[in-house]
C-alpha cells in the first residue's frame, strides 16, 4: 500500500451504489410502459390495438340495449294507454264491432308478449358491463337487441294504426260515459231535495212513514249508483240514476203537497158529511114518486125502479162507515188510506143521487109525455131528417150503409107511436125507442162527416 493512496472506506461505496442504480431502474420501466402504450402504427402494426376494437363494440350493444329499452318503454306505454280505450269501449258498447276491437286488442296483446319476451331474452342473455367481454359476443348482442328493438317499433306503430281505427267507437263510448257522472249527480241530488221536503214536511207536524219508507228503500240503489259505471256497466248506470231521480222527486213533490193534501182531505171529510145527510133525506122522497108511478102508469115504466130505495139506503149507510173510517185514517194521518175511503164514499153517494134522481126523472118524463107526445116525436123526427139531408147531399141516391139504418128508424117511430094507443100505454117504452131513434140519427151523421173529411 504506497503512503499516497487512500483507502474507500466500503459505507461510502455502498451508498454510491444505491445513488446509480435508483434512476437506472425507473427510467427502464418509464420506457418499457411508454412502449407499450403507443398506437399499434408507432411500434410497425397496420390496424388498431385489440382493447379499442372491443370497447367500441361494448358501447355499440350498449347504445342497441338502450334503443330497445326505449323502444320497450313505449310499447308498453302504448299498450296501457290502449287498455284504456279498449276498457272504456268494453263498459259501453256490447255491439259486434266493440267485440271485434276486444278481440284484436286481445290479439295485439299476444303479439306485444311474444316481442317483449324476446327483448328481455335478448337482455338476459348478454353480461354488457362484463370485464372480459370479447368481441365477437359483443357483436352478437349488439345484432339482437336491435332485431328486439325493431320489432318492438314495429308492433307499436301496427298498434297506434288500430287504436286510430278505434276512433269513432271510442268518441261514442266518451260521450256515453260523459252522461254519468251528471247523471248520478242529478239522482243524489234528487234524494237530497226529497229528504229536505220529508224534514220540512215532519217539523210541521205531520207524518209521512208511507214516504219515507219509499225514500229508504232507494238506499241500495244510491250504493250501487256510488259504486260506479265499471262495476254496474254505463247503461245500467244511466238507467238507475234516472229511476233514482224520478221517485226521489215524486217524493219531493208528494212531501212539498201534504200539506195541502192535508187541508183537501179535511175539507172533503165536510163537504161529503153533509152530502151524506142531504142524500140520506132524499132517500125518503123516492117512495111517494113510486107510489104515484105505480098509481099512474103501466109496471113496465116503473119496475126497474124498484129497488131504489133500499140500494139508495145501503149506499147511504156504507157511505157513512167509509167516512168513520176515512176521518180515523186522517187522524193517524194515513194519507192514502184516507184518500182511498173518501173515493169509496164519494162513489156510494154518487150511485145513491143517481137512482134517487133517476125515479124523479122517470115520473117527471112520463108525465110530459102523457101530456103531450107530440114534442117528443117533432124531437125525435126532425134529428132524422136531419140525417136524411145530410146522407142525400151532393147525391141522387144516398148510400146504402146511410140510407138503412135510417129506414129502420123510421119504422120505429111509427112502431112506437102506433104502441101509444090503448088503455095503459107504455110511455117509457116509447120515450125509450125515440131516443134510440135519436141516437142512430146521431151516428150516421158523424160516420158521413169522418167519411167526407177523410176524403177532401
Known amino acids: 500500500m504506497t503512503a499516497n493512496h ?31 402504450a403507443l398506437p399499434a402504427s408507432h411500434t410497425g402494426g397496420g390496424t388498431r390495438s385489440w382493447w379499442r376494437r372491443g370497447d367500441n363494440l361494448r358501447a355499440d350493444a350498449q347504445a342497441a340495449k338502450d334503443a330497445a329499452a326505449q323502444a320497450f318503454y313505449e310499447l308498453d306505454t302504448a299498450q296501457r294507454d290502449l287498455k284504456i280505450s279498449i276498457e272504456t269501449i268494453g263498459a259501453v258498447d256490447n255491439s259486434p264491432p266493440a267485440q271485434r276491437a276486444a278481440a284484436d286488442f286481445a290479439a295485439f296483446s299476444q303479439r306485444i308478449d311474444e316481442a ?33 328493438r325493431d320489432e318492438l317499433i314495429r308492433v307499436k306503430a301496427d298498434l297506434e294504426r288500430f287504436g286510430e281505427s278505434l276512433g269513432p267507437l271510442l268518441s261514442k263510448a266518451e260521450t256515453q260515459l260523459a252522461r254519468v257522472a251528471p247523471a248520478v249527480e242529478q239522482a243524489r241530488q234528487g234524494l237530497l231535495r226529497a229528504t229536505t221536503a220529508l224534514d220540512a214536511v215532519r217539523e210541521a207536524g205531520l207524518k209521512a212513514d208511507d214516504l219515507a219508507a219509499r225514500l229508504a228503500a232507494l238506499a241500495p240503489e244510491l250504493t250501487r249508483l256510488n259504486q260506479g259505471a265499471g262495476v254496474h256497466g254505463v247503461q245500467e248506470t244511466l238507467r238507475r240514476a234516472d229511476e233514482v ?42 117512495e111517494p114518486v113510486l107510489s104515484e108511478l105505480r098509481r099512474r102508469f103501466s109496471a113496465a115504466c116503473w119496475q126497474d125502479l124498484q129497488q131504489v130505495p133500499t140500494q ?18 186522517r187522524e193517524e194521518q194515513r194519507w192514502p188510506d184516507a184518500t182511498s175511503r173518501l173515493s169509496t164514499v164519494r162513489a ?49 141516391t144516398p148510400d146504402p150503409k146511410h140510407a138503412r139504418p135510417l129506414d129502420d128508424a123510421v119504422s120505429r117511430i111509427d112502431r112506437a107511436v102506433a104502441a101509444l094507443d090503448g088503455r095503459h100505454p107504455d110511455y117509457w117504452h116509447f120515450l125509450t125507442e125515440m131516443a134510440a131513434v135519436r141516437e142512430t140519427a146521431g151516428r150516421v151523421v158523424a160516420v158521413i162527416r169522418e167519411e167526407r173529411a177523410a176524403g177532401q
Open 6 to 36: 487512500t483507502p474507500v472506506r466500503r459505507g461510502t461505496t455502498d451508498a454510491l451504489g444505491v445513488l446509480l442504480s435508483g434512476p437506472l431502474l425507473a427510467g427502464a420501466a418509464l420506457i418499457a410502459v411508454a412502449r407499450a
Open 116 to 148: 317483449s319476451h324476446a327483448y328481455i331474452t335478448a337482455v338476459d342473455a348478454y353480461d354488457l358491463d362484463h370485464d372480459e367481454l370479447d368481441s365477437g359476443t359483443a357483436s352478437r348482442a349488439r345484432n339482437e337487441l336491435g332485431r328486439a
Open 245 to 286: 231521480r224520478a221517485k226521489a222527486e215524486e217524493i219531493r213533490a208528494q212531501a212539498a203537497g201534504l200539506p195541502a193534501r192535508a187541508e183537501e182531505i179535511d175539507h172533503r171529510l165536510v163537504s161529503l158529511r153533509t152530502r151524506v145527510d142531504a142524500i140520506a133525506n132524499r132517500v125518503g122522497t123516492v
Open 312 to 329: 139508495a139506503q145501503q149506499a147511504v149507510e156504507q157511505a157513512r162507515t167509509k167516512l168513520t173510517e176515512a176521518g180515523k185514517a
Open 348 to 396: 156510494l153517494l154518487n150511485d145513491a143521487e143517481a137512482g134517487i134522481s133517476a125515479a124523479a126523472k122517470r115520473l117527471q118524463s112520463l108525465n110530459e109525455v102523457a101530456r103531450d107526445p107530440k114534442a117528443e116525436i117533432e124531437r125525435t123526427r126532425f134529428a132524422l131528417r136531419d140525417a136524411q139531408r145530410l146522407a142525400m147531399a151532393g147525391r141522387s
